[in-house]
């Protein structure tokens, strides 16, 4: 709806004329609109396809290239239209914008390439209507998701370590990614050799052998042949505390290392047998110590450095902790309530196996997990209608998350491949793009042989731009309007507080008394308003120095024509900061800032030099154009 | 037991027809009953679908151009804003509130609004069409003193009697004291409108009687220079 504001412009200037009467001060002269020509059509040109439309729909948006006197740069004198060298497809949503006032994303098109176009012809993706623009952002996010895996796959590591590299750097780099040296590799998989042996021994450990000359009893192999397997026990760790602890050594930040999971990992896996050397060999705390024995178990993720798959699992855990939290909340919460069901349903038969809920919470998972193992089993009719109520509902509370585990495994995995498979290609890639570069400079140097290069451009004639928009000349004579009627002026919220304090201090700013007698001027309020900007500049403490004002009145003006100027900015339709951009006809106000000290001197009274009244009639304060043109351009 | 296996089955077919006749009646019932809601909610439907594409036409371009002080270009391009932002060819207020707020985003313009598009819907229809629209632009833009200043009466007179009293003028001074907002130099007191009216009426009230009509509102206004040689600005705003 807020795309003509230009349309309605006529009918708010229309409608100020019921403020003449109330008016105390005569209205500013409106604003002269020298190029006004009749609407008329014209005519783009985009790489062939020839568009016509209406100029004031492109006078719609004045802050984008269409609606600005920037696609002056582009008019062809002898075809008499627009000639942009850029995609026809594209130009059609960019020239619906203007006529609809809503942006559409078209599906089908390159995400970044339409996001050239709008920057092109200066329009924001922002204002993308509703109805694209989740599509537009899930496509950007993406884009960037991509783009971001590709930076860092190519800063991960695979380029040439630099000739200065410390010992330190090699050897992490050796450890970080075995493929770049043989050393490395050979390290990588006598790691993997033996972390395979001491899984294995751990379980074969436990096999019963052939029982000893003179004994019955079968025998665990562990026991039978205890130095062996202590033997290589001692190895193995002893090997992974040395890997540890290189590890530690190389890593660019040990704490970090110190953090990351590898290394608890690591950690885990060579301390029972420390802890053990540690202890004595003492009855009582030896069952401790099997326990711990357990943890040798966990030498079997190590092998997640050899392994991308079991990487991308963790991920994948990592990822979907909130599902699967849910699933285990909802587990927990279905296993509670049929337990207590089920019990007090069996209560009543005699010798039942539910003797407890929390024996109960067995049968409920064992039932819900559809197990069934059978060692507890309802009797009474209320104990098996519940029992199959709990075996149904047992497989819909675990089918539900599982597709969302399922989905984020696929993505990560596919992630994954794509990176590996772009590592593969960049190299290609690069060769190829090498030999091209190669080609075009041999090229160059050898047409620089045969003939060298010609003579410099020609001189091409500074055209002279003129920046201003009509829509902004009605629309400040129109707030002028509105000043005069009501005698009061638009300002800021810092310049109004600053006044208020003032005020309530007690000065009387002779100010204000030296302005109303400048009446007489046509573009007073102009000057006060610099005043007013000036006033800002000051230090806004209470005790404001009011020779801070004179220092301040360092205006460069030069020449200003009666009639109001007013300096266009391309700004964007956000823009919170504007550009001053200098007119060849007319000149506008560069307002230099001096910081002031804090002065305590009350009763300075303002010299009223003619100097001052002088420099600041005339003068456009760039904060009125900035507020307006943002507001506006913000609908 | 054979028969009373068969007397059961009788029973239970003939408890099953009726109950299948029940079925049937309830549900031609429903169904009746559904097809009313449907093609109430149809209909209702359907209104609010015609209310909301109701299109309005202006009278031809000829009969414009004869009533309004317009050419036919110009007519034609006012009313190709106008159909562009309007595509169903008439303003209702709060769009005219939300297009007059544009221009005036320092303070709240909805109450001047307002009573400017009472003084533009001179039919009281609740919403401005194309003609209104062109009719009081004619007037403001290119009408001659005399009837740009009858319509700034219109405007003052909220309740159309005749006569313009302090309540509705003070009424109309602090709408547009609203449009300023609060960030002011000089910061606006609370009497200030107060304060403007007065100044108002000190001028325009010749008979002292505390109503301004219409002969002196135009008497006082053709004796002020200002405002005569300010009604001459806004002639080229086309």
Known sequence: MAAGVATWMPFARAAAVGWLPLAQQTMPKPPVDKTSRSDEILFVNVSGLRFQTWKNTLDRYPDTLLGSSEKEFFYNEETQEYFFDRDPEMFRHILNFFRTGKLHYPRHECIQAFEEELAFYGIIPEIIGDCCME????????????????????????????????????????????????????????TGFFIAVSVIANVVETVPCRPLKGSVKDLPCGEKFSVAFSCLDTACVLIFSCEYLMRLYAAPSRCDFARSVMSVIDVVAILPFYIGLVMPENEEVSGAFVTLRVFRVFRIFKFSRHSQGLRILGCTLQACASELGFLLFSLTMAVIIFATVMFYAEKGTKGTTFSSIPASFWYTIVTMTTLGYGD??????????????????????????????????????????????????QKVRQARIRMAKKGATNAFLQHKEDGGLQGGDSDSTALCVKNRSAFEHQHHHLLQCLEKTTNHEFTDEVTYSEVCMMDSVGFRTSRSTSLSSQQGATTTCCSRRSKRRAIRLANSTVSVSRGSVQELATLHITKTPVGTQYPQSRSNLNARTEDLKLNCDDYTAAIISIPTPPANTPDESLPNSPAIPGILRNSRSSTYNTQETVKISSL | MHTHIHTLNQSHTHTLCVAVNMGLVMGTFSMQSNKQDRTYRKDKIDDDFDMSIVCHRPEGLDKLEAQTNFSKRELQVLYRGFKNECPSGVVNEDTFKQIYAQFFPHGDASTYAHYL???????????????????????????????????????????????????????????????????????????????????????????RDGVVTLDEFLLSCQEDENIMRSLQLFENVI
């Not at chain 2, 403001?140 to 700034?152: A, D, I, N």
Request: aromatic share 12%; hydrophobic share 40%; net charge negative.
């Open chain 2, 117 to 207: 598009f009472n003084a533009f819907d001179s039919a009281h229809s609740g919403s401005i069409t194309f003609e209104d629209f062109v009719m009081a632009l004619s007037t403001l833009l290119r009408g001659s003193v005399r009837e740009k200043l009858t319509w700034t009466f219109n405007l003052y007179d909220i309740n159309r009697d005749g006569y313009i009293n302090k309540e509705e003028m003070t009424d109309i001074v602090r709408a547009i004291y609203d449009m300023m907002g609060k960030y002011t130099y000089p910061a606006l007191k609370t009497d200030t409108p107060k304060q403007h009216v007065d100044a108002f009426f000190q001028k325009m009230d010749k008979n």
């Open chain 1, 135 to 190: 599509e537009y952002r899930d496509r950007k996010k993406e884009n960037q998701e991509r783009l971001a895996e590709d930076t860092e796959a190519e800063n991960a590591g695979d380029a040439p370590l630099p000739p200065d590299a410390t010992l330190r750097d090699k050897l992490w780099r050796a450890f970080e990614n075995p493929h770049t040296s043989t050393m490395a590799l050979v390290f990588y998989y006598v």
């Open chain 1, 376 to 425: 507890m089993v309802p009797d009474s009719i209320a104990g098996k209608i519940f029992g199959s109520i709990c075996s149904l509902s047992g497989v819909l509370v675990i089918a539900l998350p599982v597709p969302v585990i399922v989905s984020n495994f696929a993505r990560i995995y596919h992630q994954n491949q794509r990176a590996d498979k772009m590592r593969a290609q």
